[in-house]
Every structure is written in structure tokens, then in C-alpha cells.
């Protein structure tokens, strides 16, 4: 038998068909609602734990997690100068549950290298900076050196020049030799180590003759009246070592500074990058941010979404000069 519809059932159906309609659109609408963050986090690390970069992101993701009620995990992705953990940030969805934890390597990094997977200016969206602290220049406290007027003198007048440590080729004290290099005109040459532990001990002993390095790495040795201090790389004088002058009082418009920065994938949404850095703002206003910081001789790097992505891009174009006029390759 066949069914003829009636106007009821007709009126029936419809009225169904709105219903689900209606029912699918809220649970549309109740699932574009949910607010950020609804899921774990997770900061990606380009280096192994225990470093600098890898403290300032567990210091971080614990500020976070409490902010945003949410986990925040920290994914450690070593090698090949950062790129590898940079890639893998860089290919991430734009959804703000993979973020960055980057310092001057991913800027530098692209100058450093041939070829490397990710362009930091189209592939990020910088969320804000997280610290910042100068290097700090020393001599052995066996050393007739003084004074950065007197180093500066003798690498233009000694013959065969001075030699500086770095805990290897393209990292920040390596840069920040050969920028006082070009700006003094002094004939200093690099001796790369493999790690910075190797290095402190051979500038120690007086078999090399200065070396820029993190005030984590310098200070014990300072304390312990094994190195002598001529100057720190920032703009203003060091917390740490206030005492001591900026190399910029010696050297005009000399500025080093190493930091660590939060980015996220581009193409992510400005309302997460805003709610992002506004995280990072409060997270970095905690006290136990800054003492955990004020330890290894930084300070708090806050920026602005806007002035962060022109801290980077000075960044960038600083340091791809040096490298260029230097001529530093690692491949």
C-alpha cells in the first residue's frame, strides 16, 4: 500500500527537519565556542634538556599551564643548529598546541647554512620575547690584559693576533667575536670547541687569550678569581656585573644580546597569538620567573606581538651582515 502524505505529516516532517537542523547548528556553534586552550600544549625545544633555552621553556610551561589552566609540555628536538625542532614548529598546524621556544639560532641559523627547512619570517608568527642577558668578555687573570682598550690595542699590534673561544662555530660568543672584530679592525681568530665546558678550561689555563660567554658559564669562574672581566655586551650595564663597563662604552653601537623568544606557526589565528602573549606577560611578572632567571644572570624579555616581530627582523638583519662580512659557513 502506498503512503500519500497529508498536510499534517507534512508539517510534521519539516518541523523535524528544522529541529535537526537546529539541533546540528548548535552543537556547531558549542564546538566553535570552545575556548583556547581545551587540550595540552606543547612548547618544542631545539635543544637537549639542561640547557639554557630548555630552563627558560620548563620555567615557562609552568607559568602557562597555571595561567591558561591547561597542561603545557616541553618536547626537547635536538640537532642540526635548531632546525630541527624549528621544522618541525614550522610544519605544525596553526592551531596554537605547538609553539616554539626559540633563541638567535633560528635567525642565524638560515645565514649559517645552505639549506635549511624552514624561513623564519614566513613560516612563524612571533607571540612575544621571553629573556634576555648580554655575554660577558674575559681575559685568564694570568693575562697582562686590562682593559678591552688595551685588547683591542694589542690585536691590531701583536704578531699572529689574539684568540677567542666559543663553544663552536655560528654560536652567539662566536658572533660576538667576529663583531668585534670588524668593528676594532683587530686581527682575532676563532678557536671553536665542542662545547662550551672544554673551552672555559683552556681560557682558564691562558691557551687562549679571551673569550665571549653566557654569565652562567663565566660567573663561577669570575667568583673563583680565575677570569678577569673587561665588559659585558648589552646596552646598558650587566645586573649581574654592574660594576663592569658595556663593551659599547669602548666599541660604539656594540650589542650582543642572547635570547629566547616564543613563536608559534604562521597562519595561526590573532586571537590565540593575542591571548598568548598576553599569558606570557603575566607568566614573565611572576616572581619566581624572574629569580629563576636573575640566576643564570638574565632578565624578562616581555614584547608586544608588534615589537616582536621587529626585534627579529633587526635581529636578522644585524647578524646576516656579520655573517656575510665574516664570511661563516658551516656547510
Given amino acids: 500500500m502506498n503512503f500519500i502524505p497529508t498536510p499534517f505529516s507534512r508539517l510534521a516532517h519539516h518541523l523535524c527537519s528544522l529541529a535537526c537542523g537546529l539541533a546540528l547548528i548548535g552543537c556547531q556553534t558549542v564546538w566553535a565556542a570552545t575556548p583556547y586552550p581545551d587540550r595540552p600544549i606543547t612548547l618544542v625545544v631545539a635543544y637537549a634538556p639542561g640547557g639554557g633555552v630548555d630552563t627558560m621553556g620548563r620555567v615557562l610551561a609552568r607559568e602557562l599551564g597555571n595561567i591558561l589552566k591547561q597542561s603545557v609540555i616541553i618536547d626537547n628536538r635536538p640537532g642540526a643548529g635548531g632546525s630541527i625542532g624549528a621544522s618541525y614548529v614550522a610544519q605544525a598546524a596553526p592551531d596554537g598546541y605547538t609553539l616554539f621556544v626559540g633563541d638567535v639560532a633560528l635567525i642565524t641559523t638560515p645565514y649559517l647554512m645552505k639549506k635549511v627547512p624552514y624561513n623564519w619570517a614566513e613560516d612563524f ?68 670547541y665542542k662545547g662550551s665546558g672544554p673551552a672555559m678550561l683552556d681560557l682558564i689555563a691562558g691557551r687562549l687569550d679571551f673569550a665571549f660567554s653566557s654569565i652562567a658559564a663565566a660567573r663561577p669562574f669570575i667568583a673563583q678569581d680565575k677570569l678577569r ?13 654592574q660594576e663592569f663597563q658595556t663593551v659599547a662604552e669602548t666599541v660604539p653601537d656594540f650589542k650582543v644580546i642572547f635570547w629566547t623568544g616564543l613563536l608559534a606557526p604562521s597562519k595561526t589565528s590573532s586571537e590565540i597569538i593575542k591571548k598568548l602573549n598576553d599569558s606570557v606577560r603575566l607568566a614573565l611578572a ?29 635581529e636578522s638583519k644585524r647578524w646576516g651582515n656579520v655573517i656575510s662580512e665574516a664570511k661563516i659557513q658551516l656547510d
Fill in 229 to 241: 672581566v673587561l665588559g659585558t655586551t648589552g646596552t646598558e650595564r650587566s645586573l649581574a656585573f
Fill in 286 to 314: 611572576s616572581e619566581l620567573v624572574q629569580e629563576e632567571l636573575k640566576k643564570t644572570g638574565e632578565s624578562t624579555n616581555y614584547l608586544t606581538t608588534k615589537q616582536s616581530k621587529e626585534f627579529f627582523a633587526d
Fill in 125 to 192: 608568527e612571533p607571540i612575544s620575547g621571553l629573556s634576555a642577558a648580554p655575554l660577558v668578555l674575559t681575559v685568564p687573570v694570568s693575562s697582562p690584559i686590562k682593559s678591552l682598550s688595551q685588547l683591542i690595542d694589542l690585536g691590531k699590534k701583536t704578531s699572529g693576533g689574539l684568540t677567542f673561544s666559543s663553544a663552536g662555530i655560528g654560536s652567539t660568543p662566536h658572533l660576538a667575536g667576529e663583531l668585534l672584530k670588524i668593528r676594532s679592525k683587530g686581527l682575532l681568530t676563532h678557536v671553536p
